[in-house]
């Protein structure tokens, strides 16, 4: 028996330029080397720049606009995200936020007043973040996506499915 198909980028429903809300998009880490000791400097493996560079450029596919990006200040945070901004857009710098270190952190407090944000961090911080937002249970894989508004999970994908819609 044939397995079912996943859809194509182009079979998904696009997000639409002119919605009125700010999105938080948080973006997992890609995969990084294995560490034994200073957890705070494991870079990403080549997977995880792959990981990185797909979900730049499905958020640009898919027509985001990010005002801010934030990360944690960890080397496979800080990579990540410089390289997801790079295919979204080369003008947008990341700035480190320290709250996204891990440990937990407050999604308003972070995003507050930021416009449209790309948050790159850490498990389990995120899906607890979307837990206590949408009050539903999800794991972030690495190099991972997800995208709230208010209370809303919007986007949840795995890395797969980004490189699909990045082409």
């Known amino acids: ?25 948080l973006l997992r880490h890609g995969d990084a080397e294995d560490g ?8 990403l493996t080549d ?10 450029r499905a958020l640009a596919e898919l027509g985001v606009h990010i005002e801010a990006c ?3 200040a960890k080397v496979r945070a800080l990579e990540t995200a410089r390289i997801a901004c790079d295919q ?4 947008l710098e990341p ?20 416009g449209e944000v790309l948050l790159v961090g ?6 607890n973040a979307i837990a206590e937002a949408t009050g539903g249970r999800v794991k972030l894989k690495k190099g991972g996506l997800a995208a709230l508004e208010d209370d809303v999970l919007h ?9 699909r819609i990045a082409g």
């Open 155 to 163: 986007v949840l994908a795995r890395p797969a499915e980004l490189k």
């Open 1 to 25: 028996m044939p397995r079912p198909r996943s859809p194509a980028a182009s079979d998904t429903i696009p997000l639409r330029p002119d919605y009125d809300r700010d999105v938080i998009w």
């Open 88 to 91: 979204l857009d080369p003008d």
């Open 95 to 114: 700035e480190i936020e320290e709250d996204l270190r891990g440990g937990g952190f407050e999604l308003a407090s972070v995003t507050a007043d930021r």
């Open 47 to 56: 997977k995880g720049v792959r990981q990185s560079e797909w979900a730049g």
């Open 36 to 43: 034994d000791g200073d957890d705070a400097v494991r870079r």
């Open 122 to 127: 850490h498990e389990p911080d995120f899906s």
């Open 70 to 72: 934030l990360t944690s």
